[in-house]
Protein backbone atom coordinates (compact mmCIF):
# COMPACT_ATOMS: atom_id res chain seq x y z
CA UNK A 1 0.00 0.00 0.00
CA UNK A 2 1.25 3.35 -0.84
CA UNK A 3 0.05 6.67 0.51
CA UNK A 4 0.93 10.14 -1.14
CA UNK A 5 0.66 13.23 1.40
CA UNK A 6 1.15 17.21 1.28
CA UNK A 7 2.65 18.50 4.33
CA UNK A 8 3.51 22.23 5.21
CA UNK A 9 6.33 21.75 8.03
CA UNK A 10 8.63 23.45 10.18
CA UNK A 11 12.08 23.17 9.23
CA UNK A 12 13.29 20.68 11.74
CA UNK A 13 9.94 18.42 10.60
CA UNK A 14 11.26 18.38 7.21
CA UNK A 15 14.74 18.16 7.29
CA UNK A 16 15.51 15.97 10.25
CA UNK A 17 14.92 12.66 9.46
CA UNK A 18 13.36 11.15 12.73
CA UNK A 19 11.06 13.93 13.42
CA UNK A 20 9.93 13.88 9.34
CA UNK A 21 8.57 10.27 9.92
CA UNK A 22 6.93 10.47 13.08
CA UNK A 23 4.89 13.85 11.51
CA UNK A 24 4.67 12.04 8.27
CA UNK A 25 3.17 8.89 9.93
CA UNK A 26 0.66 10.80 12.41
CA UNK A 27 -0.29 12.73 9.10
CA UNK A 28 -1.20 9.48 7.50
CA UNK A 29 -2.86 7.39 10.11
CA UNK A 30 -0.29 4.35 9.95
CA UNK A 31 1.51 3.01 13.45
CA UNK A 32 5.49 3.48 13.29
CA UNK A 33 6.71 0.39 12.13
CA UNK A 34 10.13 -0.98 10.47
CA UNK A 35 8.44 -2.42 7.80
CA UNK A 36 6.90 0.93 7.02
CA UNK A 37 9.26 3.24 4.43
CA UNK A 38 8.71 7.30 4.30
CA UNK A 39 10.16 9.05 1.68
CA UNK A 40 10.05 13.00 0.45
CA UNK A 41 9.66 13.13 -3.42
CA UNK A 42 9.03 17.06 -3.49
CA UNK A 43 10.40 20.23 -1.20
CA UNK A 44 10.29 23.85 -1.37
CA UNK A 45 10.98 26.47 1.45
CA UNK A 46 8.55 29.27 1.52
CA UNK A 47 10.52 32.33 3.88
CA UNK A 48 7.79 34.89 3.01
CA UNK A 49 6.38 34.86 6.37
CA UNK A 50 8.27 35.11 9.66
CA UNK A 51 7.62 31.44 10.84
CA UNK A 52 9.74 30.02 7.58
CA UNK A 53 7.38 26.78 6.17
CA UNK A 54 8.50 23.96 4.24
CA UNK A 55 6.29 22.32 1.41
CA UNK A 56 6.67 18.63 1.70
CA UNK A 57 5.09 16.15 -1.38
CA UNK A 58 5.85 12.54 0.52
CA UNK A 59 5.28 8.77 -0.12
CA UNK A 60 4.89 6.31 2.95
CA UNK A 61 4.84 2.42 1.69
CA UNK A 62 3.70 -0.19 3.62
CA UNK A 63 4.51 -3.74 2.89
CA UNK A 64 5.45 -2.41 -0.19
CA UNK A 65 8.74 -2.05 -2.08
CA UNK A 66 9.31 1.57 -2.79
CA UNK A 67 11.81 1.92 -5.57
CA UNK A 68 14.34 4.27 -6.26
CA UNK A 69 13.19 7.65 -7.00
CA UNK A 70 15.45 7.10 -10.46
CA UNK A 71 17.71 4.53 -12.07
CA UNK A 72 21.20 3.82 -10.61
CA UNK A 73 23.10 3.10 -14.16
CA UNK A 74 21.52 3.44 -17.57
CA UNK A 75 22.65 1.01 -20.36
CA UNK A 76 23.97 2.07 -23.74
CA UNK A 77 24.20 0.30 -27.02
CA UNK A 78 27.62 0.13 -28.53
CA UNK A 79 27.56 2.38 -31.17
CA UNK A 80 31.42 2.06 -32.48
CA UNK A 81 31.19 1.04 -35.80
CA UNK A 82 28.09 3.34 -36.34
CA UNK A 83 28.29 6.61 -38.25
CA UNK A 84 29.56 9.86 -36.82
CA UNK A 85 28.29 12.64 -35.52
CA UNK A 86 30.15 15.24 -34.83
CA UNK A 87 30.41 17.61 -31.60
CA UNK A 88 32.39 20.55 -30.92
CA UNK A 89 32.39 20.96 -26.82
CA UNK A 90 31.95 19.30 -24.07
CA UNK A 91 30.08 20.95 -21.60
CA UNK A 92 26.80 19.93 -20.34
CA UNK A 93 25.06 20.74 -24.06
CA UNK A 94 27.74 18.69 -25.77
CA UNK A 95 27.93 16.00 -23.65
CA UNK A 96 24.15 15.17 -23.23
CA UNK A 97 24.11 15.62 -27.14
CA UNK A 98 26.54 12.64 -27.14
CA UNK A 99 24.75 10.32 -25.11
CA UNK A 100 21.30 10.81 -26.97
CA UNK A 101 23.34 10.26 -30.01
CA UNK A 102 24.09 6.99 -28.82
CA UNK A 103 20.71 6.71 -27.76
CA UNK A 104 19.65 6.88 -31.31
CA UNK A 105 22.04 4.21 -32.69
CA UNK A 106 24.93 6.18 -33.33
CA UNK A 107 28.32 7.22 -32.52
CA UNK A 108 29.58 10.72 -31.34
CA UNK A 109 33.17 12.51 -31.73
CA UNK A 110 33.23 15.31 -29.49
CA UNK A 111 36.03 17.46 -29.78
CA UNK A 112 37.08 19.61 -26.88
CA UNK A 113 39.54 22.30 -26.75
CA UNK A 114 40.30 22.19 -23.12
CA UNK A 115 41.83 19.53 -20.64
CA UNK A 116 39.77 16.26 -18.98
CA UNK A 117 38.61 17.61 -15.22
CA UNK A 118 41.72 16.13 -13.44
CA UNK A 119 44.27 17.52 -15.85
CA UNK A 120 42.22 21.30 -15.66
CA UNK A 121 42.96 21.56 -12.46
CA UNK A 122 46.43 22.22 -11.91
CA UNK A 123 45.65 25.01 -14.68
CA UNK A 124 43.27 26.67 -12.38
CA UNK A 125 45.77 26.34 -9.62
CA UNK A 126 47.65 28.51 -11.46
CA UNK A 127 45.17 30.73 -12.42
CA UNK A 128 44.21 31.48 -8.57
CA UNK A 129 47.89 31.13 -7.26
CA UNK A 130 50.42 32.37 -10.13
CA UNK A 131 48.20 34.70 -12.30
CA UNK A 132 48.61 32.52 -15.35
CA UNK A 133 45.64 32.04 -17.89
CA UNK A 134 45.95 29.30 -20.11
CA UNK A 135 43.42 30.17 -23.12
CA UNK A 136 42.88 26.75 -23.38
CA UNK A 137 42.06 25.43 -20.02
CA UNK A 138 40.51 27.74 -17.87
CA UNK A 139 37.30 28.01 -15.58
CA UNK A 140 35.43 28.43 -18.79
CA UNK A 141 37.03 25.63 -21.24
CA UNK A 142 37.61 21.71 -20.42
CA UNK A 143 35.68 18.60 -20.01
CA UNK A 144 32.29 19.72 -18.31
CA UNK A 145 32.72 23.25 -19.87
CA UNK A 146 32.16 26.37 -17.38
CA UNK A 147 29.48 24.15 -15.09
CA UNK A 148 32.00 21.51 -14.35
CA UNK A 149 33.61 24.11 -11.66
CA UNK A 150 30.21 26.05 -10.76
CA UNK A 151 27.65 25.89 -7.91
CA UNK A 152 26.11 23.12 -10.14
CA UNK A 153 22.33 24.50 -10.46
CA UNK A 154 19.63 22.45 -11.99
CA UNK A 155 17.39 24.84 -12.05
CA UNK A 156 15.52 25.86 -14.95
CA UNK A 157 12.12 27.65 -16.09
CA UNK A 158 12.89 26.05 -19.39
CA UNK A 159 10.08 23.36 -19.26
CA UNK A 160 9.27 23.10 -22.96
CA UNK A 161 12.69 22.91 -23.96
CA UNK A 162 13.04 19.26 -23.11
CA UNK A 163 12.39 16.54 -20.01
CA UNK A 164 13.56 17.84 -17.24
CA UNK A 165 13.14 14.38 -15.09
CA UNK A 166 14.86 12.73 -17.90
CA UNK A 167 17.70 15.00 -17.32
CA UNK A 168 17.90 14.62 -13.50
CA UNK A 169 17.66 11.19 -13.43
CA UNK A 170 20.28 10.90 -15.98
CA UNK A 171 22.61 12.76 -13.00
CA UNK A 172 21.43 10.39 -10.58
CA UNK A 173 22.70 7.84 -12.68
CA UNK A 174 25.92 9.18 -13.03
CA UNK A 175 26.72 9.77 -9.38
CA UNK A 176 24.01 12.63 -8.30
CA UNK A 177 22.37 11.80 -5.40
CA UNK A 178 18.47 11.50 -5.51
CA UNK A 179 18.34 14.80 -3.71
CA UNK A 180 18.44 16.60 -6.97
CA UNK A 181 14.74 14.45 -7.97
CA UNK A 182 13.69 16.35 -4.77
CA UNK A 183 14.23 19.83 -3.95
CA UNK A 184 12.91 22.08 -5.65
CA UNK A 185 16.18 24.53 -6.35
CA UNK A 186 18.41 21.67 -6.70
CA UNK A 187 22.33 21.69 -6.99
CA UNK A 188 25.30 19.51 -6.84
CA UNK A 189 28.17 21.36 -5.70
CA UNK A 190 31.58 22.14 -7.40
CA UNK A 191 32.89 19.67 -5.05
CA UNK A 192 31.47 16.94 -6.99
CA UNK A 193 30.49 17.90 -10.34
CA UNK A 194 34.06 16.66 -11.84
CA UNK A 195 33.28 13.08 -10.54
CA UNK A 196 29.79 13.46 -12.55
CA UNK A 197 31.25 14.21 -15.36
CA UNK A 198 34.00 12.02 -15.74
CA UNK A 199 30.97 9.26 -15.26
CA UNK A 200 29.64 10.97 -18.12
CA UNK A 201 32.49 10.81 -20.17
CA UNK A 202 32.80 7.07 -19.43
CA UNK A 203 29.44 6.25 -20.65
CA UNK A 204 30.13 7.63 -23.86
CA UNK A 205 33.62 6.37 -24.36
CA UNK A 206 32.01 2.32 -22.86
CA UNK A 207 29.43 2.64 -25.72
CA UNK A 208 32.11 3.04 -28.66
CA UNK A 209 31.82 7.34 -28.93
CA UNK A 210 35.15 9.19 -28.62
CA UNK A 211 36.17 12.43 -27.01
CA UNK A 212 39.36 14.02 -27.85
CA UNK A 213 40.58 16.66 -25.70
CA UNK A 214 42.76 19.28 -26.39
CA UNK A 215 41.27 19.72 -29.66
CA UNK A 216 40.42 22.88 -30.71
CA UNK A 217 38.31 23.11 -33.79
CA UNK A 218 40.07 25.90 -36.33
CA UNK A 219 37.94 25.42 -39.61
CA UNK A 220 34.61 23.78 -41.08
CA UNK A 221 34.78 21.48 -43.96
CA UNK A 222 31.78 23.23 -46.00
CA UNK A 223 31.01 22.50 -49.80
CA UNK A 224 27.37 23.03 -51.59
CA UNK A 225 26.11 24.54 -49.29
CA UNK A 226 26.39 21.84 -46.13
CA UNK A 227 28.42 21.35 -42.97
CA UNK A 228 30.35 17.98 -44.12
CA UNK A 229 33.27 18.43 -41.10
CA UNK A 230 35.70 19.95 -39.06
CA UNK A 231 39.35 20.35 -39.32
CA UNK A 232 41.33 20.83 -36.01
CA UNK A 233 44.35 22.60 -35.26
CA UNK A 234 46.49 19.68 -36.22
CA UNK A 235 45.21 19.68 -39.63
CA UNK A 236 43.01 16.71 -39.11
CA UNK A 237 39.79 16.79 -41.29
CA UNK A 238 37.33 14.37 -39.81
CA UNK A 239 33.59 14.58 -41.48
CA UNK A 240 30.07 13.57 -39.66
CA UNK A 241 25.98 13.07 -40.92
CA UNK A 242 26.36 17.26 -38.87
CA UNK A 243 27.89 18.89 -36.82
CA UNK A 244 26.73 19.60 -33.26
CA UNK A 245 28.08 23.41 -32.20
CA UNK A 246 28.28 23.22 -28.24
CA UNK A 247 31.01 25.27 -27.42
CA UNK A 248 29.94 27.30 -24.71
CA UNK A 249 29.43 31.42 -24.25
CA UNK A 250 32.90 32.64 -24.27
CA UNK A 251 34.65 30.18 -27.49
CA UNK A 252 35.23 33.68 -29.09
CA UNK A 253 37.47 32.30 -31.90
CA UNK A 254 34.73 29.91 -32.95
CA UNK A 255 32.36 33.23 -33.39
CA UNK A 256 35.60 34.99 -35.86
CA UNK A 257 35.84 31.51 -37.50
CA UNK A 258 32.26 31.64 -38.77
CA UNK A 259 32.16 35.28 -39.14
CA UNK A 260 35.18 34.32 -41.51
CA UNK A 261 33.86 31.75 -43.25
CA UNK A 262 30.39 33.68 -44.46
CA UNK A 263 28.14 31.56 -41.78
CA UNK A 264 25.66 33.97 -40.78
CA UNK A 265 25.88 34.99 -36.77
CA UNK A 266 23.76 37.99 -35.05
CA UNK A 267 24.87 39.87 -32.34
CA UNK A 268 22.72 39.44 -29.21
CA UNK A 269 21.97 41.23 -25.76
CA UNK A 270 23.60 40.34 -22.72
CA UNK A 271 24.19 41.64 -19.48
CA UNK A 272 27.41 42.27 -17.43
CA UNK A 273 28.14 44.01 -13.79
CA UNK A 274 29.69 42.53 -11.12
CA UNK A 275 29.89 40.25 -8.08
CA UNK A 276 28.69 41.44 -4.82
CA UNK A 277 29.75 39.64 -1.59
CA UNK A 278 27.92 39.68 1.87
CA UNK A 279 28.96 37.06 4.40
CA UNK A 280 25.95 34.54 4.35
CA UNK A 281 24.83 35.03 7.88
CA UNK A 282 24.05 38.38 7.03
CA UNK A 283 21.94 37.12 3.69
CA UNK A 284 20.40 34.18 5.88
CA UNK A 285 19.42 36.71 8.57
CA UNK A 286 17.98 38.79 5.76
CA UNK A 287 16.05 35.72 3.87
CA UNK A 288 14.91 33.88 7.17
CA UNK A 289 14.42 36.81 9.12
CA UNK A 290 16.09 35.82 12.20
CA UNK A 291 18.29 38.10 14.47
CA UNK A 292 21.37 35.42 14.38
CA UNK A 293 22.37 32.21 12.48
CA UNK A 294 19.13 30.14 10.66
CA UNK A 295 20.06 27.15 13.03
CA UNK A 296 20.59 23.69 12.75
CA UNK A 297 18.22 22.22 10.06
CA UNK A 298 17.85 25.46 7.29
CA UNK A 299 20.63 25.36 4.75
CA UNK A 300 22.20 28.45 3.50
CA UNK A 301 19.56 30.89 2.02
CA UNK A 302 19.96 32.29 -1.26
CA UNK A 303 17.94 35.54 -2.87
CA UNK A 304 16.97 36.62 -6.66
CA UNK A 305 16.60 40.64 -7.28
CA UNK A 306 15.38 42.45 -9.94
CA UNK A 307 14.99 46.38 -10.49
CA UNK A 308 13.71 48.43 -13.41
CA UNK A 309 16.01 50.87 -13.95
CA UNK A 310 15.71 54.22 -15.84
CA UNK A 311 18.82 56.34 -16.68
CA UNK A 312 19.06 58.89 -19.50
CA UNK A 313 15.47 58.18 -20.34
CA UNK A 314 15.95 54.47 -20.98
CA UNK A 315 14.47 51.36 -18.87
CA UNK A 316 16.93 48.76 -18.44
CA UNK A 317 16.80 45.48 -16.00
CA UNK A 318 19.32 44.77 -13.28
CA UNK A 319 18.54 41.73 -11.81
CA UNK A 320 20.67 39.14 -9.92
CA UNK A 321 22.67 36.08 -11.57
CA UNK A 322 23.80 32.59 -10.48
CA UNK A 323 23.56 33.43 -6.38
CA UNK A 324 26.01 31.08 -4.84
CA UNK A 325 25.09 30.48 -0.89
CA UNK A 326 28.02 29.48 1.11
CA UNK A 327 30.45 30.09 -2.19
CA UNK A 328 33.76 31.48 -3.59
CA UNK A 329 34.41 33.56 -6.35
CA UNK A 330 36.51 32.47 -8.73
CA UNK A 331 38.58 34.10 -12.01
CA UNK A 332 36.95 33.10 -15.27
CA UNK A 333 39.08 35.07 -17.56
CA UNK A 334 39.59 32.64 -21.02
CA UNK A 335 42.96 34.53 -22.56
CA UNK A 336 45.36 36.63 -20.84
CA UNK A 337 44.80 40.88 -20.72
CA UNK A 338 41.12 40.54 -19.57
CA UNK A 339 39.68 39.92 -15.67
CA UNK A 340 36.47 38.03 -15.40
CA UNK A 341 34.82 36.47 -12.18
CA UNK A 342 32.28 34.12 -11.70
CA UNK A 343 30.92 32.38 -8.65
CA UNK A 344 30.73 28.47 -7.34
CA UNK A 345 29.72 26.82 -4.08
CA UNK A 346 30.88 23.39 -2.41
CA UNK A 347 27.83 20.69 -2.44
CA UNK A 348 27.68 21.91 1.45
CA UNK A 349 27.26 25.65 0.44
CA UNK A 350 29.04 26.33 3.92
CA UNK A 351 31.64 28.88 3.23
CA UNK A 352 31.21 32.09 5.06
CA UNK A 353 30.30 33.86 2.09
CA UNK A 354 27.30 34.69 -0.08
CA UNK A 355 27.71 35.86 -3.68
CA UNK A 356 25.85 36.92 -6.32
CA UNK A 357 26.19 38.38 -9.86
CA UNK A 358 24.58 41.76 -10.01
CA UNK A 359 24.23 42.63 -13.72
CA UNK A 360 22.67 45.45 -16.19
CA UNK A 361 21.10 44.27 -19.16
CA UNK A 362 23.34 45.37 -21.82
CA UNK A 363 20.88 45.76 -25.61
CA UNK A 364 23.00 46.33 -28.53
CA UNK A 365 21.65 50.33 -28.59
CA UNK A 366 23.21 51.02 -25.84
CA UNK A 367 26.48 50.65 -27.49
CA UNK A 368 26.14 52.31 -31.06
CA UNK A 369 29.75 52.95 -31.30
CA UNK A 370 30.79 49.26 -31.87
CA UNK A 371 28.21 48.75 -34.55
CA UNK A 372 30.97 48.47 -37.28
CA UNK A 373 32.02 45.69 -35.91
CA UNK A 374 28.63 43.64 -37.30
CA UNK A 375 27.76 40.63 -35.44
CA UNK A 376 30.42 41.02 -33.03
CA UNK A 377 29.39 44.47 -31.51
CA UNK A 378 28.08 43.01 -28.27
CA UNK A 379 31.71 41.01 -28.32
CA UNK A 380 33.99 43.80 -28.66
CA UNK A 381 32.17 45.48 -26.23
CA UNK A 382 32.51 42.94 -23.50
CA UNK A 383 35.96 41.80 -24.53
CA UNK A 384 36.78 45.96 -23.73
CA UNK A 385 35.23 46.55 -20.70
CA UNK A 386 37.20 42.62 -19.64
CA UNK A 387 40.68 44.29 -20.50
CA UNK A 388 39.98 47.68 -18.79
CA UNK A 389 39.00 45.90 -15.75
CA UNK A 390 42.17 43.86 -16.13
CA UNK A 391 44.20 47.08 -16.10
CA UNK A 392 42.36 48.46 -13.25
CA UNK A 393 43.31 45.69 -11.05
CA UNK A 394 47.03 45.97 -12.17
CA UNK A 395 47.03 44.05 -15.19
CA UNK A 396 47.11 40.75 -13.74
CA UNK A 397 44.07 38.54 -11.81
CA UNK A 398 43.58 40.82 -9.14
CA UNK A 399 40.07 41.82 -9.06
CA UNK A 400 39.13 45.67 -8.97
CA UNK A 401 36.48 45.89 -5.90
CA UNK A 402 34.75 49.01 -3.88
CA UNK A 403 32.56 48.65 -0.73
CA UNK A 404 28.75 48.62 -1.73
CA UNK A 405 27.96 51.92 -0.49
CA UNK A 406 31.16 53.50 -1.13
CA UNK A 407 30.53 53.20 -4.38
CA UNK A 408 26.98 54.48 -4.69
CA UNK A 409 28.19 57.41 -2.89
CA UNK A 410 30.94 58.00 -5.44
CA UNK A 411 33.38 57.75 -2.46
CA UNK A 412 36.42 55.79 -2.33
CA UNK A 413 36.96 52.85 -0.43
CA UNK A 414 40.31 53.08 2.29
CA UNK A 415 39.71 49.37 2.93
CA UNK A 416 38.41 46.23 1.69
CA UNK A 417 36.47 43.45 3.13
CA UNK A 418 37.62 39.56 3.74
CA UNK A 419 37.08 37.87 0.78
CA UNK A 420 36.53 34.40 -0.90
CA UNK A 421 38.35 35.31 -4.23
CA UNK A 422 41.77 33.67 -4.31
CA UNK A 423 44.03 36.07 -6.09
CA UNK A 424 43.18 39.06 -4.43
CA UNK A 425 41.75 42.35 -4.50
CA UNK A 426 42.46 46.21 -5.01
CA UNK A 427 40.57 49.30 -3.85
CA UNK A 428 39.42 51.43 -6.91
CA UNK A 429 36.34 53.57 -8.17
CA UNK A 430 34.19 51.17 -9.77
CA UNK A 431 32.26 53.79 -11.71
CA UNK A 432 35.55 54.42 -13.80
CA UNK A 433 35.76 50.89 -14.37
CA UNK A 434 31.97 50.15 -15.52
CA UNK A 435 30.54 51.48 -18.35
CA UNK A 436 28.60 54.83 -16.97
CA UNK A 437 25.20 53.21 -18.19
CA UNK A 438 26.00 50.02 -16.36
CA UNK A 439 27.57 51.77 -13.58
CA UNK A 440 24.70 54.19 -12.77
CA UNK A 441 22.02 51.51 -13.17
CA UNK A 442 23.99 49.28 -10.46
CA UNK A 443 23.77 52.04 -8.28
CA UNK A 444 20.51 52.69 -8.37
CA UNK A 445 19.74 48.85 -8.30
CA UNK A 446 21.59 48.40 -5.00
CA UNK A 447 19.67 51.28 -3.18
CA UNK A 448 16.39 49.47 -4.44
CA UNK A 449 17.59 46.01 -3.01
CA UNK A 450 18.00 47.62 -0.06
CA UNK A 451 14.32 48.81 0.52
CA UNK A 452 13.26 45.15 -0.50
CA UNK A 453 15.54 43.14 1.72
CA UNK A 454 16.39 45.44 4.57
CA UNK A 455 20.30 45.00 5.46
CA UNK A 456 21.66 44.40 2.17
CA UNK A 457 22.56 47.61 1.36
CA UNK A 458 25.37 47.67 3.17
CA UNK A 459 29.34 48.95 3.16
CA UNK A 460 29.93 45.33 5.21
CA UNK A 461 29.81 44.30 1.15
CA UNK A 462 31.73 45.04 -1.45
CA UNK A 463 31.27 44.63 -5.44
CA UNK A 464 33.99 42.73 -7.05
CA UNK A 465 34.61 43.05 -10.58
CA UNK A 466 34.15 42.20 -13.39
CA UNK A 467 30.72 39.54 -13.98
CA UNK A 468 30.47 39.45 -17.91
CA UNK A 469 29.72 36.31 -19.24
CA UNK A 470 26.73 36.26 -17.92
CA UNK A 471 25.47 35.15 -21.87
CA UNK A 472 26.52 34.42 -25.20
CA UNK A 473 26.98 37.62 -26.89
CA UNK A 474 26.70 35.86 -30.11
CA UNK A 475 23.72 34.11 -31.45
CA UNK A 476 24.12 31.72 -33.74
CA UNK A 477 20.17 31.49 -35.34
CA UNK A 478 18.59 28.27 -36.30
CA UNK A 479 15.49 27.55 -37.47
CA UNK A 480 12.81 27.02 -34.40
CA UNK A 481 11.05 23.72 -36.05
CA UNK A 482 14.11 21.92 -36.45
CA UNK A 483 16.91 23.20 -34.80
CA UNK A 484 19.03 23.43 -37.85
CA UNK A 485 21.38 26.49 -38.92
CA UNK A 486 19.21 29.22 -40.72
CA UNK A 487 21.79 28.83 -43.79
CA UNK A 488 24.36 26.33 -43.67
CA UNK A 489 22.75 22.41 -43.62
CA UNK A 490 23.96 20.16 -41.26
CA UNK A 491 24.95 22.93 -38.54
CA UNK A 492 23.21 22.17 -35.57
CA UNK A 493 24.07 25.41 -32.99
CA UNK A 494 23.50 24.33 -29.55
CA UNK A 495 23.44 25.62 -26.10
CA UNK A 496 24.76 28.98 -23.94
CA UNK A 497 27.38 29.62 -26.56
CA UNK A 498 25.12 29.58 -29.74
CA UNK A 499 22.10 31.99 -27.45
CA UNK A 500 19.56 28.85 -26.94
CA UNK A 501 20.25 27.86 -22.78
CA UNK A 502 21.25 29.34 -19.86
CA UNK A 503 22.86 26.94 -17.27
CA UNK A 504 23.39 23.57 -17.24
CA UNK A 505 19.63 21.54 -17.21
CA UNK A 506 18.69 24.09 -19.95
CA UNK A 507 21.67 23.18 -21.88
CA UNK A 508 21.80 19.49 -21.47
CA UNK A 509 17.69 19.48 -22.80
CA UNK A 510 19.11 21.82 -25.85
CA UNK A 511 21.44 19.12 -26.43
CA UNK A 512 19.58 16.23 -26.38
CA UNK A 513 17.09 18.55 -28.87
CA UNK A 514 19.71 19.39 -31.29
CA UNK A 515 21.01 15.32 -31.67
CA UNK A 516 17.13 14.36 -32.03
CA UNK A 517 16.68 16.57 -35.11
CA UNK A 518 19.79 16.08 -36.38
CA UNK A 519 19.21 12.35 -36.89
CA UNK A 520 15.56 12.64 -37.69
CA UNK A 521 16.77 14.97 -40.91
CA UNK A 522 20.08 13.21 -41.87
CA UNK A 523 19.89 9.84 -39.73
CA UNK A 524 17.73 6.74 -40.20
CA UNK A 525 16.10 7.77 -36.92
CA UNK A 526 11.70 7.57 -37.10
CA UNK A 527 10.38 10.79 -35.35
CA UNK A 528 8.54 8.35 -32.80
CA UNK A 529 11.94 7.21 -32.29
CA UNK A 530 13.53 10.40 -31.38
CA UNK A 531 10.53 11.98 -29.29
Known amino acids: MKKTLSLQLSPQEAFDQDTFRRVSLKKAGIQ ?18 RQIKVNVDAEVFVNENPGSLAPKHRDYQNVANSENVLIVGAGPAGLFAALRVIELGYKPIVFERGKDVRARRRDLAKINKEHIVN ?7 GEGGAGTYSDGKLYTR ?11 EILVAHGATEEILVDAHPHIGTNKLPQLVAQLRESILQAGGEIHFET ?24 GLGVILATGHSSRDIFHLLQNRKVLIEAKPFALGVRIEHSQTLIDQIQYHCSTDRGPYLPPSAYSLVHQTHYKGVQRGVFSFCMCPGGFIVPAATAPG ?18 SGIVASVELEDIPSYHKYGALAALYFQADV ?22 VEKRESSTLLPTSYQPGLKAVNMMEVLPDFIGHRLADAFQAFGQKKKGYYTNESQL ?5 RTSSPVRIPRDRESFEHLELKRLYPCGEG ?6 IVSAAMDGERCAEYLLLKYGNVAAEEAN
Open 32 to 49: NDPQVFVRQTRRSIDARG
Open 216 to 239: RIDDLIIADGELKGVVTQSGEKVK
Open 464 to 468: IGLES
Open 158 to 168: SKKRGNIRRIM
Open 135 to 141: PESNYCF
Open 498 to 503: AGYAGG
Open 386 to 407: EKKAWQAGGETQVAPAQRMVDF
Open 338 to 355: ELVVNGMSPSRRDGKYAN
